[in-house]
C-alpha cells in the first residue's frame, strides 16, 4: 500500500522559515518523480514545486521561486520542501504528490500558516 506521510508544518511569521518533510512506503521511492502541491483555505489546489526521480531536475512555480528548495533522499524514502521568505499567502495545507502509472496518490498534508 502505497503511504505518503507529511510533517513539519506549523504557525510561522512572515519572512520565517520552515522544512516540510514527506516519509514514503509501499512502492519504490527512488524510481518516481515526485512533487509538492498545496491548497490555500477556500482555493484550489495548486502545484508548488517537483523533482525528478534522480534528484537530478527540480522546478517551481512562480510563485515560490526563488524561496522554496525541493530536494529528496531516495535513501531514506523521504521528500523535502525548505521554504523561506514566507509570506501570509503561502498558508495553505500542503501535500506531497506521487503519480504512478496514472494515478495520483497523495499524502493527508501538513498545514503552513504564515502570519503574525
Known amino acids: 500500500e502505497v503511504q505518503l506521510v507529511e510533517s513539519g508544518g506549523g504557525l510561522v511569521q512572515p519572512g520565517g522559515s520552515l522544512r516540510l518533510s514527506c516519509v514514503a512506503s509501499?512502492?519504490?521511492?527512488?524510481?518516481?518523480?515526485m512533487s509538492w502541491v498545496r491548497q490555500a483555505p477556500g482555493k484550489g489546489l495548486e502545484w508548488v514545486s517537483g523533482?525528478?526521480?534522480?534528484?537530478?531536475?527540480?522546478s517551481y512555480a512562480d510563485s515560490v521561486k526563488g524561496r522554496f528548495t525541493i530536494s529528496r533522499d531516495n535513501a531514506k524514502n523521504t521528500l523535502y520542501l525548505q521554504m523561506n521568505s514566507l509570506k501570509p499567502e503561502d498558508t495553505a495545507v500542503y501535500y506531497c504528490?506521487?503519480?504512478?502509472?496514472?494515478?495520483?496518490?497523495w499524502g493527508k498534508g501538513t498545514l503552513v500558516t504564515v502570519a503574525s
Open positions: 509501499g512502492f519504490t521511492f527512488g524510481s518516481y518523480a
Open positions: 504528490n506521487a503519480n504512478m502509472f496514472a494515478i495520483d496518490y
Open positions: 523533482i525528478d526521480s534522480g534528484a537530478g531536475s527540480t
